[in-house]
C-alpha cells in the first residue's frame, strides 16, 4: 500500500488541523493505520492507532484534542487536531500495517507502509 499525506500547515496555538493520508494499492480496510509525529531534533513519537473494528489509540498528550477516524470507502484515514499546542509542532506521518498488535501500536516498527510527512507548525 502506499500512503500520501497531506493537510499540515502554520497555525496558531488554539486553533485546528485536520490532516488527511490517501492510501492506494491495497485492500484499505485490512490494515490498521496509525499516526506519528516527529518534533524538530527529536525521535519520531506514536500519536494515534485506529483498528480494522475502528477502537482507536491516543498517545496521553494529545487525548481529547485529536481524533483519528477512517473511511473504508474513501481508503483515507484522518487526524482532526483541536486546540494545538506549541509542542504539536512536528513532521506528521501516517502509517499502516496488516496484523499489528495491540502491544505494538506505539512501535513504528510494527507497520509496512508510511507516508511522505506533513508538517505542522503552531506558533504561540
Known amino acids: 500500500v502506499q500512503l500520501q499525506a497531506s493537510g499540515g500547515g502554520l497555525v496558531q496555538a488554539g486553533a485546528s488541523l485536520r490532516l488527511s493520508c490517501a492510501a492506494s494499492?491495497?485492500?484499505?480496510?485490512?490494515?490498521?493505520m496509525g499516526w506519528f509525529r516527529q518534533p524538530p531534533g527529536k525521535e519520531r513519537e506514536f500519536v494515534a492507532h485506529?483498528?480494522?473494528?475502528?477502537?482507536?489509540y491516543y498517545q496521553d498528550s494529545v487525548k481529547g484534542r485529536f481524533t483519528i477516524s477512517r473511511d473504508n470507502a474513501g481508503n483515507t484515514v484522518y487526524l482532526q487536531m483541536n486546540s494545538l499546542k506549541p509542542e504539536d509542532t512536528a513532521i506528521y506521518y501516517c502509517?499502516?500495517?496488516?496484523?499489528?498488535?495491540?502491544?505494538?501500536?506505539?512501535?513504528?516498527?510494527?507497520?509496512?507502509?508510511w507516508g511522505q510527512g506533513t508538517l505542522v507548525t503552531v506558533s504561540s
Open positions: 494499492g491495497g485492500t484499505f480496510s485490512n490494515y490498521a
Open positions: 485506529i483498528r480494522w473494528n475502528g477502537a482507536t
Open positions: 502509517a499502516a500495517g496488516r496484523g499489528v498488535i495491540l502491544s505494538s501500536i506505539r512501535k513504528f516498527r510494527a507497520y509496512d507502509a
